[in-house]
Protein backbone atom coordinates (compact mmCIF):
# COMPACT_ATOMS: atom_id res chain seq x y z
CA UNK A 1 0.00 0.00 0.00
CA UNK A 2 1.26 3.61 -0.49
CA UNK A 3 1.51 6.26 2.36
CA UNK A 4 0.08 9.12 -0.03
CA UNK A 5 -3.24 10.89 1.25
CA UNK A 6 -5.57 13.79 -0.03
CA UNK A 7 -3.85 15.91 2.36
CA UNK A 8 -0.38 15.09 1.71
CA UNK A 9 2.22 17.82 -0.48
CA UNK A 10 2.82 17.65 -3.58
CA UNK A 11 6.06 18.16 -5.36
CA UNK A 12 6.07 22.41 -4.86
CA UNK A 13 5.22 21.50 -0.87
CA UNK A 14 7.39 18.82 0.00
CA UNK A 15 10.40 20.76 -2.17
CA UNK A 16 10.02 23.99 0.20
CA UNK A 17 9.32 22.04 3.24
CA UNK A 18 12.29 19.67 3.57
CA UNK A 19 15.29 20.71 5.67
CA UNK A 20 17.16 20.11 2.43
CA UNK A 21 18.23 22.45 -0.45
CA UNK A 22 16.06 22.04 -3.47
CA UNK A 23 18.27 19.65 -5.10
CA UNK A 24 17.62 17.40 -2.61
CA UNK A 25 14.12 17.91 -2.45
CA UNK A 26 14.07 17.23 -5.82
CA UNK A 27 16.11 14.00 -5.93
CA UNK A 28 13.92 12.36 -2.77
CA UNK A 29 10.44 12.60 -5.44
CA UNK A 30 12.20 11.54 -8.60
CA UNK A 31 12.39 7.80 -8.46
CA UNK A 32 13.74 6.70 -11.49
CA UNK A 33 17.43 5.38 -9.65
CA UNK A 34 16.71 6.24 -6.36
CA UNK A 35 18.72 3.25 -4.53
CA UNK A 36 22.36 5.95 -4.24
CA UNK A 37 19.93 8.81 -2.89
CA UNK A 38 18.09 6.24 -0.07
CA UNK A 39 21.43 5.40 1.25
CA UNK A 40 22.69 9.83 1.08
CA UNK A 41 19.19 10.19 2.68
CA UNK A 42 19.85 7.56 5.37
CA UNK A 43 22.80 9.07 6.92
CA UNK A 44 22.99 11.39 9.68
CA UNK A 45 19.70 11.54 11.58
CA UNK A 46 18.23 8.54 9.07
CA UNK A 47 15.40 10.44 8.89
CA UNK A 48 13.57 13.38 6.77
CA UNK A 49 11.28 15.72 7.80
CA UNK A 50 9.33 17.12 5.11
CA UNK A 51 6.93 18.79 6.58
CA UNK A 52 5.68 19.62 10.63
CA UNK A 53 4.47 16.72 11.41
CA UNK A 54 5.58 14.54 9.53
CA UNK A 55 8.89 12.31 9.13
CA UNK A 56 9.99 9.80 6.84
CA UNK A 57 12.78 7.01 8.15
CA UNK A 58 15.51 6.19 5.68
CA UNK A 59 17.71 4.41 8.19
CA UNK A 60 16.54 0.49 8.41
CA UNK A 61 17.10 0.87 12.15
CA UNK A 62 14.41 3.53 12.15
CA UNK A 63 12.05 1.76 9.97
CA UNK A 64 12.47 -1.34 11.55
CA UNK A 65 11.86 0.21 14.88
CA UNK A 66 8.84 1.90 13.96
CA UNK A 67 7.05 -1.04 12.46
CA UNK A 68 7.89 -3.41 15.20
CA UNK A 69 6.94 -1.10 17.93
CA UNK A 70 2.69 -0.73 17.65
CA UNK A 71 2.61 0.27 21.31
CA UNK A 72 4.41 3.50 20.64
CA UNK A 73 3.07 3.70 17.02
CA UNK A 74 -0.35 3.68 16.10
CA UNK A 75 -1.41 2.45 12.51
CA UNK A 76 -5.08 3.78 13.42
CA UNK A 77 -4.75 6.63 10.57
CA UNK A 78 -7.43 7.79 8.01
CA UNK A 79 -5.47 7.61 4.85
CA UNK A 80 -8.15 9.11 2.55
CA UNK A 81 -7.45 7.33 -0.63
CA UNK A 82 -11.37 8.05 -1.53
CA UNK A 83 -12.54 6.81 1.70
CA UNK A 84 -12.74 8.32 4.93
CA UNK A 85 -12.30 5.30 6.94
CA UNK A 86 -9.48 3.20 8.18
CA UNK A 87 -9.22 -0.02 6.22
CA UNK A 88 -9.19 -3.19 7.81
CA UNK A 89 -6.85 -4.95 8.59
CA UNK A 90 -4.31 -2.60 7.15
CA UNK A 91 -5.11 0.88 10.06
CA UNK A 92 -6.04 -1.46 12.99
CA UNK A 93 -3.84 -1.76 15.97
CA UNK A 94 -3.32 -5.11 18.06
CA UNK A 95 -4.94 -6.51 19.77
CA UNK A 96 -8.14 -6.56 17.36
CA UNK A 97 -5.76 -6.16 13.86
CA UNK A 98 -4.81 -10.45 14.96
CA UNK A 99 -8.33 -11.16 14.91
CA UNK A 100 -8.91 -9.83 11.28
CA UNK A 101 -5.25 -11.18 10.17
CA UNK A 102 -6.09 -14.87 11.70
CA UNK A 103 -9.35 -14.42 9.13
CA UNK A 104 -7.53 -13.14 6.17
CA UNK A 105 -4.62 -14.85 6.35
CA UNK A 106 -6.04 -17.84 5.30
CA UNK A 107 -7.06 -16.90 1.61
CA UNK A 108 -3.54 -15.93 1.05
CA UNK A 109 -1.55 -18.69 2.58
CA UNK A 110 1.43 -20.83 0.87
CA UNK A 111 -0.90 -23.17 0.92
CA UNK A 112 -3.70 -21.26 -1.09
CA UNK A 113 -1.35 -20.64 -3.94
CA UNK A 114 -0.09 -23.72 -3.89
CA UNK A 115 -3.84 -24.50 -5.26
CA UNK A 116 -3.12 -21.70 -7.70
CA UNK A 117 -0.15 -22.59 -8.89
CA UNK A 118 -1.75 -24.13 -12.30
CA UNK A 119 -4.85 -21.23 -12.38
CA UNK A 120 -1.77 -18.57 -12.93
CA UNK A 121 0.84 -20.25 -15.08
CA UNK A 122 -2.48 -20.40 -17.31
CA UNK A 123 -3.22 -16.67 -16.76
CA UNK A 124 0.75 -15.78 -17.82
CA UNK A 125 0.23 -17.67 -21.22
CA UNK A 126 -2.55 -16.50 -21.92
CA UNK A 127 -1.60 -13.23 -21.79
CA UNK A 128 1.78 -13.59 -23.59
CA UNK A 129 -0.10 -15.25 -26.50
CA UNK A 130 -2.12 -12.09 -26.93
CA UNK A 131 1.57 -10.65 -28.17
CA UNK A 132 4.41 -13.17 -28.74
CA UNK A 133 4.30 -13.10 -32.36
CA UNK A 134 3.91 -9.42 -32.51
CA UNK A 135 7.49 -8.90 -31.51
CA UNK A 136 6.87 -6.33 -29.36
CA UNK A 137 4.49 -5.08 -26.66
CA UNK A 138 3.31 -2.32 -24.11
CA UNK A 139 3.89 -4.19 -21.28
CA UNK A 140 2.37 -2.06 -18.60
CA UNK A 141 -0.84 -1.44 -20.30
CA UNK A 142 -0.70 -5.26 -21.77
CA UNK A 143 0.48 -7.48 -19.38
CA UNK A 144 1.52 -5.73 -16.34
CA UNK A 145 -1.80 -4.13 -15.52
CA UNK A 146 -4.17 -6.99 -16.44
CA UNK A 147 -2.41 -10.10 -15.68
CA UNK A 148 -2.63 -9.46 -11.18
CA UNK A 149 -5.97 -8.22 -11.98
CA UNK A 150 -7.14 -11.16 -13.42
CA UNK A 151 -5.50 -13.71 -11.10
CA UNK A 152 -7.30 -11.47 -8.23
CA UNK A 153 -10.64 -11.24 -9.90
CA UNK A 154 -10.49 -15.16 -10.16
CA UNK A 155 -9.41 -15.42 -6.40
CA UNK A 156 -12.48 -13.23 -5.35
CA UNK A 157 -15.10 -15.06 -7.59
CA UNK A 158 -15.47 -11.33 -9.33
CA UNK A 159 -16.68 -11.58 -13.39
CA UNK A 160 -13.11 -11.04 -15.42
CA UNK A 161 -15.11 -8.86 -17.80
CA UNK A 162 -15.69 -6.19 -15.27
CA UNK A 163 -11.70 -5.78 -15.12
CA UNK A 164 -11.71 -2.34 -17.11
CA UNK A 165 -13.96 -1.07 -14.21
CA UNK A 166 -11.89 -2.54 -11.34
CA UNK A 167 -8.67 -0.73 -13.00
CA UNK A 168 -10.51 2.18 -13.16
CA UNK A 169 -11.73 2.23 -9.78
CA UNK A 170 -7.79 1.74 -8.95
CA UNK A 171 -6.43 4.33 -11.43
CA UNK A 172 -8.81 6.67 -9.29
CA UNK A 173 -7.83 6.09 -6.18
CA UNK A 174 -3.57 5.40 -6.89
CA UNK A 175 -3.09 6.70 -10.26
CA UNK A 176 -5.64 10.12 -10.22
CA UNK A 177 -3.81 12.30 -12.56
CA UNK A 178 -4.96 9.09 -15.44
CA UNK A 179 -8.42 10.09 -15.07
CA UNK A 180 -7.71 13.97 -14.52
CA UNK A 181 -4.20 15.20 -15.46
CA UNK A 182 -5.10 18.03 -13.02
CA UNK A 183 -4.80 15.72 -10.76
CA UNK A 184 -1.24 16.16 -10.47
CA UNK A 185 -0.73 19.38 -9.39
CA UNK A 186 -4.58 20.39 -7.96
CA UNK A 187 -5.14 18.80 -4.60
CA UNK A 188 -9.12 19.59 -5.42
CA UNK A 189 -8.82 17.80 -8.77
CA UNK A 190 -6.98 15.13 -7.04
CA UNK A 191 -9.54 14.85 -4.59
CA UNK A 192 -12.35 14.90 -6.63
CA UNK A 193 -11.13 11.90 -8.79
CA UNK A 194 -10.50 9.91 -5.51
CA UNK A 195 -13.86 10.63 -4.17
CA UNK A 196 -15.66 9.69 -7.26
CA UNK A 197 -13.40 6.60 -7.23
CA UNK A 198 -14.53 5.39 -3.66
CA UNK A 199 -17.78 6.22 -4.04
CA UNK A 200 -18.33 3.80 -7.01
CA UNK A 201 -16.09 0.74 -5.03
CA UNK A 202 -18.48 1.45 -1.80
CA UNK A 203 -21.30 1.04 -3.94
CA UNK A 204 -19.69 -2.31 -5.83
CA UNK A 205 -18.95 -3.70 -3.02
CA UNK A 206 -22.15 -2.90 -0.97
CA UNK A 207 -24.31 -4.27 -3.57
CA UNK A 208 -22.56 -7.58 -4.20
CA UNK A 209 -22.53 -8.04 -0.45
CA UNK A 210 -26.21 -7.81 -0.34
CA UNK A 211 -26.64 -10.04 -2.93
CA UNK A 212 -23.92 -12.94 -1.04
CA UNK A 213 -25.75 -12.01 1.61
CA UNK A 214 -28.99 -13.36 0.17
CA UNK A 215 -27.92 -15.73 -2.32
CA UNK A 216 -24.45 -16.91 -0.56
CA UNK A 217 -21.86 -18.94 -3.01
CA UNK A 218 -18.48 -20.50 -2.78
CA UNK A 219 -16.33 -17.52 -3.18
CA UNK A 220 -14.77 -15.23 -0.72
CA UNK A 221 -17.58 -12.39 -0.09
CA UNK A 222 -19.91 -15.02 0.76
CA UNK A 223 -17.33 -16.99 2.99
CA UNK A 224 -16.71 -13.36 4.66
CA UNK A 225 -20.66 -12.80 5.40
CA UNK A 226 -20.89 -16.11 6.88
CA UNK A 227 -17.57 -15.77 9.09
CA UNK A 228 -17.28 -14.93 12.73
CA UNK A 229 -14.61 -13.02 14.89
CA UNK A 230 -15.54 -13.74 18.61
CA UNK A 231 -18.49 -14.98 17.75
CA UNK A 232 -19.80 -11.95 15.78
CA UNK A 233 -20.28 -11.84 12.02
CA UNK A 234 -19.03 -9.14 9.98
CA UNK A 235 -20.85 -5.89 9.17
CA UNK A 236 -21.63 -5.54 5.93
CA UNK A 237 -19.37 -1.69 6.29
CA UNK A 238 -16.93 -4.24 7.59
CA UNK A 239 -17.02 -6.81 4.82
CA UNK A 240 -16.92 -3.55 2.11
CA UNK A 241 -14.28 -2.06 3.64
CA UNK A 242 -12.34 -5.15 3.19
CA UNK A 243 -12.81 -5.27 -0.15
CA UNK A 244 -11.73 -1.71 -0.68
CA UNK A 245 -8.00 -2.55 0.84
CA UNK A 246 -8.04 -6.01 -1.04
CA UNK A 247 -8.76 -4.41 -4.38
CA UNK A 248 -6.42 -1.42 -4.30
CA UNK A 249 -3.54 -3.40 -2.66
CA UNK A 250 -4.26 -6.57 -5.46
CA UNK A 251 -4.69 -4.85 -8.54
CA UNK A 252 -1.51 -2.15 -8.20
CA UNK A 253 1.53 -3.54 -5.82
CA UNK A 254 2.43 -6.49 -8.01
CA UNK A 255 2.24 -4.47 -11.05
CA UNK A 256 4.11 -1.52 -10.37
CA UNK A 257 6.98 -4.59 -9.28
CA UNK A 258 6.59 -6.32 -12.78
CA UNK A 259 6.83 -2.66 -14.60
CA UNK A 260 10.17 -1.94 -12.42
CA UNK A 261 12.00 -5.39 -13.01
CA UNK A 262 11.02 -5.88 -16.70
CA UNK A 263 12.85 -2.45 -17.12
CA UNK A 264 15.70 -3.55 -15.23
CA UNK A 265 16.06 -6.71 -16.34
CA UNK A 266 15.53 -5.08 -20.27
CA UNK A 267 18.81 -2.82 -19.63
CA UNK A 268 20.65 -5.29 -18.17
CA UNK A 269 21.12 -8.62 -20.16
CA UNK A 270 23.53 -10.72 -18.03
CA UNK A 271 20.80 -10.42 -15.44
CA UNK A 272 18.07 -11.40 -18.13
CA UNK A 273 20.71 -14.26 -19.62
CA UNK A 274 20.84 -15.85 -15.94
CA UNK A 275 17.44 -16.00 -15.73
CA UNK A 276 16.56 -17.24 -19.03
CA UNK A 277 19.87 -19.55 -18.51
CA UNK A 278 18.58 -20.86 -15.05
CA UNK A 279 15.31 -20.91 -14.36
CA UNK A 280 16.45 -22.75 -10.59
CA UNK A 281 17.56 -18.66 -9.70
CA UNK A 282 14.17 -17.52 -10.13
CA UNK A 283 12.68 -17.43 -6.78
CA UNK A 284 16.40 -15.70 -5.84
CA UNK A 285 15.52 -13.52 -8.33
CA UNK A 286 12.63 -12.41 -7.25
CA UNK A 287 13.97 -11.59 -3.96
CA UNK A 288 16.81 -9.31 -5.28
CA UNK A 289 14.52 -7.59 -7.51
CA UNK A 290 12.37 -6.33 -4.62
CA UNK A 291 15.06 -5.42 -2.58
CA UNK A 292 16.45 -3.43 -5.40
CA UNK A 293 13.43 -1.93 -6.99
CA UNK A 294 11.19 -1.70 -3.85
CA UNK A 295 7.85 -0.11 -5.34
CA UNK A 296 6.49 1.24 -2.49
CA UNK A 297 9.08 3.29 -1.53
CA UNK A 298 7.31 4.54 2.33
CA UNK A 299 4.65 2.43 4.09
CA UNK A 300 0.89 3.25 4.87
CA UNK A 301 1.65 5.88 7.80
CA UNK A 302 2.00 5.65 11.80
CA UNK A 303 1.19 8.29 14.28
CA UNK A 304 3.59 8.67 17.77
CA UNK A 305 1.32 7.82 20.71
CA UNK A 306 4.03 9.25 22.94
CA UNK A 307 7.66 10.98 22.71
CA UNK A 308 10.02 8.43 20.80
CA UNK A 309 13.65 8.21 20.49
CA UNK A 310 15.16 6.43 17.57
CA UNK A 311 17.71 3.75 17.11
CA UNK A 312 19.32 6.60 15.18
CA UNK A 313 18.96 9.01 17.75
CA UNK A 314 16.44 11.21 16.29
CA UNK A 315 13.53 12.47 18.34
CA UNK A 316 9.99 12.27 17.39
CA UNK A 317 7.62 13.94 19.02
CA UNK A 318 4.09 12.65 20.37
CA UNK A 319 1.46 12.44 17.56
CA UNK A 320 4.03 12.94 14.87
CA UNK A 321 3.03 11.03 11.28
CA UNK A 322 5.65 8.80 10.89
CA UNK A 323 6.60 7.00 6.97
CA UNK A 324 8.53 4.00 6.91
CA UNK A 325 11.07 4.19 4.28
CA UNK A 326 11.06 0.49 2.81
CA UNK A 327 12.94 1.25 -0.31
CA UNK A 328 15.83 2.96 2.20
CA UNK A 329 16.06 0.08 4.25
CA UNK A 330 16.50 -2.12 1.65
CA UNK A 331 19.82 -1.01 0.58
CA UNK A 332 21.13 -0.39 4.18
CA UNK A 333 24.75 -1.28 4.38
CA UNK A 334 24.33 -2.33 8.28
CA UNK A 335 22.35 -5.50 6.61
CA UNK A 336 23.28 -6.03 3.07
CA UNK A 337 26.29 -6.72 1.97
CA UNK A 338 27.19 -5.07 -1.23
CA UNK A 339 23.46 -3.52 -1.48
CA UNK A 340 23.80 -1.25 -4.33
CA UNK A 341 25.02 -4.40 -6.54
CA UNK A 342 21.95 -6.14 -7.92
CA UNK A 343 22.66 -9.83 -6.93
CA UNK A 344 20.54 -12.97 -8.00
CA UNK A 345 22.53 -15.21 -5.64
CA UNK A 346 22.76 -12.91 -2.92
CA UNK A 347 22.49 -15.75 -0.21
CA UNK A 348 20.83 -13.57 2.81
CA UNK A 349 17.86 -10.96 1.69
CA UNK A 350 15.79 -9.62 4.20
CA UNK A 351 14.31 -7.14 2.52
CA UNK A 352 11.23 -4.80 3.64
CA UNK A 353 9.29 -4.90 0.11
CA UNK A 354 5.85 -6.13 1.82
CA UNK A 355 6.81 -4.32 5.34
CA UNK A 356 7.23 -5.63 8.60
CA UNK A 357 5.89 -6.36 12.14
CA UNK A 358 2.50 -7.33 12.51
CA UNK A 359 0.88 -5.28 9.38
CA UNK A 360 3.42 -6.95 7.19
CA UNK A 361 1.63 -7.68 3.71
CA UNK A 362 -1.41 -9.66 4.01
CA UNK A 363 -1.09 -11.15 0.00
CA UNK A 364 2.96 -11.47 0.27
CA UNK A 365 2.75 -14.71 -0.77
CA UNK A 366 0.41 -14.32 -4.00
CA UNK A 367 2.72 -11.51 -4.92
CA UNK A 368 5.64 -13.93 -4.92
CA UNK A 369 3.76 -16.32 -6.71
CA UNK A 370 2.50 -14.35 -9.22
CA UNK A 371 6.55 -12.63 -9.71
CA UNK A 372 8.32 -16.44 -9.76
CA UNK A 373 5.35 -17.62 -12.38
CA UNK A 374 6.03 -14.63 -14.83
CA UNK A 375 9.21 -14.78 -14.60
CA UNK A 376 9.64 -18.25 -15.46
CA UNK A 377 7.41 -18.38 -18.04
CA UNK A 378 8.35 -15.50 -19.76
CA UNK A 379 11.79 -16.40 -19.94
CA UNK A 380 10.94 -19.39 -21.06
CA UNK A 381 8.95 -17.86 -24.02
CA UNK A 382 11.00 -14.63 -24.68
CA UNK A 383 14.61 -15.31 -23.41
CA UNK A 384 15.83 -12.20 -25.28
CA UNK A 385 14.15 -8.81 -25.32
CA UNK A 386 14.85 -5.11 -24.57
CA UNK A 387 13.51 -1.35 -24.81
CA UNK A 388 11.84 -0.59 -27.53
CA UNK A 389 14.11 1.82 -30.01
CA UNK A 390 12.65 5.18 -29.69
CA UNK A 391 11.33 4.52 -26.12
CA UNK A 392 14.44 3.91 -23.80
CA UNK A 393 13.34 7.33 -22.14
CA UNK A 394 10.90 5.77 -18.77
CA UNK A 395 8.87 7.82 -16.94
CA UNK A 396 8.87 6.85 -13.35
CA UNK A 397 5.40 8.74 -12.38
CA UNK A 398 4.86 9.95 -8.60
CA UNK A 399 3.65 7.90 -6.21
CA UNK A 400 4.06 4.13 -6.12
CA UNK A 401 6.97 3.50 -7.99
CA UNK A 402 5.97 2.03 -11.65
CA UNK A 403 7.41 2.54 -15.05
CA UNK A 404 4.58 4.12 -17.26
CA UNK A 405 4.11 2.38 -20.93
CA UNK A 406 7.35 -0.05 -20.79
CA UNK A 407 7.75 -0.83 -24.28
CA UNK A 408 9.48 -3.71 -24.80
CA UNK A 409 10.85 -6.04 -28.35
CA UNK A 410 12.26 -9.32 -29.25
CA UNK A 411 13.13 -10.87 -32.58
Known amino acids: MTAATDDHPGGEDLAAGLGYDRGAAEALLDLSAPQQRYVELAAGSGVVEPMPGMMVTFARANTEY ?16 GADCMFIPLNIDPPEHSKYRKLLDPLFSPRRMDDQEEDITRRVNEFIDRFIERGECNFTEEFAEVFPASVFLGLMGLPEGEMRMFLDMRDGILHPEKVDP ?20 WEYFGALVRERTERPGDDIISGFVQAEIDGERLTPDDIVNICYLLLIAGLDTVSDTLTCSYAFLAQNPEHRRRLADDPSIVQQAVEELLRWESPVAQGAPRVARCPVVLPSGASVAEGTMVLPGFGAANVDGERFDDPLAVQFDRKANPHLAFGGGVHRCLGSHLARRELR ?3 REWHRRIPDYWLTPGFEALEYPPGLRRVKDLMLAWA
Not at 66 to 81: K, P
Not at 182 to 201: C, F, N, Q, Y
Open 66 to 81: VLRNADEFSSAVVMGL
Open 182 to 201: LAIGSPEARRAVTTRAGDSI
Open 373 to 375: ITL
